[in-house]
């Protein structure tokens, strides 16, 4: 009997084998949607307690964009799961954080050097996302 074929191996040894692309992906993915989650409930949130003349609308967009960071994290959950489903929704949110970083970076103050953030984010989370590791981790043969 050899250490492959032992029947004391763990359910999921896959977890051991994870690739630190994939693990970088997961963190880069939560991290991204976290940060919508955060964002969209302090619109809500400011948009209860502020008194403006787009009171609804602002809360609202609040909804939206919290909704839109739930995204990510479950995305990020499937990913560490495995779960291929997980890795276009993760895609789709770099993807995003590009254009994100594009308007930020024409702005003046201090959003130049978020968007440069944001954009590096989303180049990261892209390469790590589509390495080829992760990909045929999470596209191997069922068995």
């Known amino acids: 009997m050899t250490a492959e074929t032992s029947s004391a191996a763990p359910a999921d040894s896959s977890a051991s084998a994870r690739p630190g692309a994939?693990?970088?992906?997961?963190?880069?993915?939560?991290?991204?949607?976290?940060?919508?989650?955060?964002?969209?409930?302090?619109?809500i949130v400011a948009g209860l307690v502020e008194t403006t003349r787009n009171q609804g609308l602002v809360e609202y967009g609040g909804s939206v964009i919290l909704l839109l960071g739930l995204l990510p994290l479950f995305a990020s959950w499937a990913l560490l799961r495995l779960r291929r489903w997980g890795r276009s929704p993760a895609v789709?949110?770099?993807?995003?954080?590009?254009?994100?970083?594009?308007?930020?970076?024409?702005?003046?103050?201090?959003?130049?050097?978020?968007?440069?953030?944001v954009g590096l984010a989303g180049l990261a989370g892209l390469v790590t996302t589509l390495h080829p590791r992760v990909t045929a981790l999470l596209y191997q043969p069922e068995s």
């Open 22 to 43: 994939l693990l970088a992906a997961v963190a880069l993915t939560a991290a991204e949607g976290a940060a919508l989650t955060a964002w969209g409930g302090y619109m």
């Open 92 to 117: 789709l949110t770099h993807s995003t954080c590009l254009p994100v970083a594009y308007y930020m970076f024409q702005s003046g103050g201090m959003m130049p050097a978020v968007g440069a953030l």
